[in-house]
């Protein structure tokens, strides 16, 4: 699935997947002037983490396996859902609870271990991968003869009656891992940043440290993040790195922050490759909160 962020197309997988929840992020996002905001203001940085708890409350609402349940992709994506969306944001206070979008003829019904990456090949292709066993050796089983360990996503199921998400045989269960491209023009950029429920919006600022603020993929990777990983309250997770006078202003308009050292894991960590069709010049880039490399492969190594 996809969505237009001001003249990028930015590609996820789709449900049973959380890369909705980064699109209807972006296009909350695109309903604001963040590049004449600037990075890490105030005002930025609020409209990111009030974007985040919108779309992830459309996250928690809407999305299961949609061979078991009508999936309104279409509807949350539209652009006319992200103004509505964008219009609940109150500048000047956050919201400790948000609503799911209301969508016309809809009606209702976290791990660690993972890796990732992304390669370019000598002709521009771009393939980005992720996988993950959930959690810890996954559930523990290996498949006779096989070698490794089958993954335990299943826990991330809900027990609760009547949801998209509502545990059930041969389902599959609403899972946080996200493979990503963006593309505009001859430009091309496959990434991915690891971290469970981190991963989309994590993705979303990434885009927008591209789009909105120039940054290259080194420095988007590297940028100071906020992270929520719960679906209710005012808690946010944000980086040293960002100023303190932001953090000071945050906490005022009701943000219940704790801040966290530089560049740990706990904000998830990534990895990206660019390739510029124009120019012919590929890039790589490596998130230092993590262990990952860009590693550029001579073609007398890459076979024929």
């Not at 990111?48 to 609402?61: G, H, Q, S």
């Not at 992304?118 to 810890?136: H, M, P, R, W």
């Not at 005012?234 to 960002?242: H, M, R, T, Y």
């Amino acid at each position: 699935i996809a969505t237009i962020y001001r003249g990028w197309k930015v590609s996820e997988l789709p449900p049973n997947s959380q890369g909705i929840a980064a699109l209807e992020m972006l296009g909350i996002l695109e309903e604001f002037p963040l590049a004449d905001w600037g990075f890490h203001s105030t005002r930025t940085l609020h409209t990111m983490i009030e974007a985040k708890k919108l779309a992830y409350a459309d996250l928690l609402k809407y999305i299961g396996d949609p061979r078991f349940t009508r999936i309104p992709v279409q509807q949350l994506l539209a652009k006319e859902n992200a103004a509505r969306r964008a219009r609940q944001i109150d500048p000047k206070t956050a919201a400790c609870h948000v609503e799911p979008s209301q969508l016309s003829g809809v009606t209702a019904p976290s791990g660690s271990d993972t890796i990732y990456l992304t390669v370019v090949d000598g002709e521009g292709n771009i393939v980005s991968l992720i996988q993950s066993n959930y959690a810890g050796f996954g559930s523990g089983l290996v498949p006779k003869g096989a070698g490794f360990m089958l993954q335990n996503r299943g826990a991330l199921f809900t027990l609760q009656p009547g949801q998209p998400n509502t545990i059930a045989g041969r389902k599959r269960p609403l899972h946080t891992i996200i493979p990503a491209f963006m593309q505009k023009g001859d430009v091309r950029i496959g990434f991915g940043i690891m971290g469970g429920w981190n991963q989309a919006q994590a993705h979303a600022q990434f885009v927008a440290n591209v789009v909105d603020f120039g940054m290259t993929i080194q420095q988007a990777l590297e940028a100071g993040r906020f992270t929520k990983a719960t679906f209710e309250g005012c808690d946010v997770e944000i980086e040293a790195s960002v100023p303190q006078q932001a953090r000071d202003d945050l906490a005022a308009l009701g943000h219940q922050l704790e801040v966290r050292p530089l560049r740990t894991p706990f904000f998830g960590y990534g990895q990206a490759v660019l390739f510029d069709r124009k120019t012919g010049v590929k890039f790589g880039a490596s998130d230092p909160r993590h262990d990952g490399e860009a590693i550029p492969v001579p073609a007398s190594f890459a076979g024929p």
